[in-house]
């Protein structure tokens, strides 16, 4: 769990950090999750995909089993972010196949230079963020679960 000492540095800097002011930059940046869908605040699933999102949301919470709110919050938390990274794979797998013409005539480095250079390396960085938030999530539901545990063994030993 957050220790005091992380949450109040987190206040600290929460109070230099204030973000777009005017009405413009913030429109600006309501939309800039919304260009690949990978950090937005909400789960993006294409109509097209809504079915397999949706066996996919059912499969993970049978398996996680999630008992109370809580656990539920972090259960979806766990299916976003993977949802998450199943579409950088996804993506990184259609740069792939856009390079692959090209490297039967080029090497392999020629072949992500420029543009598709700076997208494998954005997509690359969202993919250890979301990693990381993903086993950060696993982690506090294991944590949360084990810590309901010990409150159970303790009432049934003490009770």
Same mark, same amino acid.
């Given at each position: 769990?957050?220790?005091?000492?992380?949450?109040?540095?987190?206040?600290?800097?929460?109070?230099?950090?204030?973000?777009?002011?005017?009405?413009?930059?913030?429109?600006?940046?309501?939309?800039?999750?919304?260009?690949?869908?990978?950090?937005?605040?909400?789960?993006y699933?294409?109509? +097209?995909?809504?079915?397999?999102?949706?066996?996919?949301?059912?499969?993970?919470? +049978?398996?996680?089993?999630p008992?109370?709110?809580?656990?539920?919050?972090?259960?979806?938390?766990?299916?976003? $972010?993977?949802?998450?990274?199943?579409?950088?794979?996804?993506?990184?797998?259609?740069?792939?196949?856009?390079?692959?013409?090209?490297?039967?005539?080029?090497?392999?480095?020629?072949?992500?230079?420029g543009?598709?250079? $700076? $997208?494998?390396?954005?997509?690359?960085?969202?993919?250890?963020?979301?990693?990381?938030?993903l086993?950060?999530?696993?982690?506090?539901?294991?944590?949360?679960?084990?810590h309901?545990?010990?409150?159970?063994?303790?009432?049934?030993?003490?009770?």
């Amino acid at each position: 769990m957050t220790s005091l000492k992380q949450i109040e540095a987190n206040r600290k800097n929460a109070k230099r950090s204030t973000g777009p002011i005017s009405s413009g930059g913030k429109a600006i940046v309501a939309s800039n999750a919304i260009k690949h869908g990978i950090l937005s605040t909400r789960t993006y699933v294409e109509d +097209e995909e809504r079915e397999l999102y949706e066996d996919f949301c059912e499969r993970l919470f +049978e398996n996680l089993r999630p008992h109370g709110s809580f656990e539920s919050f972090l259960v979806d938390r766990i299916i976003s $972010t993977a949802w998450r990274l199943r579409r950088i794979v996804h993506v990184e797998a259609l740069l792939f196949k856009k390079a692959k013409d090209f490297l039967f005539n080029n090497s392999y480095c020629e072949a992500f230079e420029g543009s598709s250079s $700076t $997208t494998m390396s954005t997509l690359s960085h969202y993919e250890r963020s979301l990693e990381s938030s993903l086993y950060r999530a696993i982690r506090e539901l294991k944590e949360f679960r084990t810590h309901e545990e010990m409150e159970i063994f303790g009432a049934t030993i003490m009770g």
